[in-house]
């Protein structure tokens, strides 16, 4: 039995676990008295089972073995889709919801926002100061796998480089083209003034706070995964909150279906601010028409 485990626990190096979990699997009397891996046994409310696994291949393609959550696959899935067919079916409709939607959350919870920015912000430089900065994301024996100006790079690319390319510059003049109506609390302002406070809102928009936001989410899923050797999965950061009872069932599947539904939308946010983008640049360069055909030409390309 405890072979026939071990080798279970080998097949299982796409999802590696932490050190304690893999001395739970090598120890042959908690196999014998039933201590399996939580995701191999557990299910979400006595019947769902939290994790299936299996492999997936064909006669052209090697086979690649797969583990997943069916709750949280199966209802992200639903909850995408629903949404993207509301929007193509109602276009009309949808929009105007959407909008009003956004406009409620901005003036209601605009305070969050600005709040958690500073929070996210103060908390990415005390880590960035303190000896916590000094942690190394990976195994201790191995060297980086890039070099800081390729690592930076990258992260700059795929976190906001594409936004920033255009909004960059047209931000602030929205910004100041706001500020000359009545209704603005810059409007009393001199004209430098209100410039300086337009780019000081793009700064706080897209400058150190914008990159600490992605690091409040990316640290601790990077440091339980690279460091600890555990699953890629945002509840098992909660689990030294809510504990692995909870981080292992119908909460931490909540947790990660939020985690996927959120990426999931914000990634289809920066893909459509940066087809649109290109396709501007392309208009006023080449005559390229603005149009959705356009678009999801673009998209394709891209994608």
Known sequence: QHSAFQTM?????GIPMSPIRNRQHSNPDNHSHGNH???????????????IHGDFGCICMPCVKYWMNPIVTGVAIIIIWSFVIWCAVDTENAS???QVAQDFVVRYFGWFYIA????FGGFALYLTCSKYGDIKLGPENEP??????TWFSMLFSAGIGS???FFGVAEPIWHFDAMQEGESRWY???TNQQAMEAMNISWFHWGFTASAT??????PLAYHHHVKNEPLRESICFMALIGEKYAEGLIGCIIDLTSVISTMFGIATSLGIGVKSINAGLYYTIGIEQNLKNNLIIIWVVT
């Open 144 to 149: 980086p796998k890039y070099s800081l100006m």
């Open 188 to 190: 009393h302002l001199t």
């Open 37 to 51: 891996h939580p995701g191999s046994t557990r299910k979400i409310c006595g019947c769902i089972p939290q994790q």
């Open 163 to 165: 936004g920033l390319y």
């Open 116 to 119: 958690s920015l500073i929070i």
């Open 9 to 13: 626990t080998e097949l299982k190096a």
């Open 214 to 219: 992605y690091c409040a989410a990316a640290l």
């Open 96 to 98: 105007v919801k959407l």
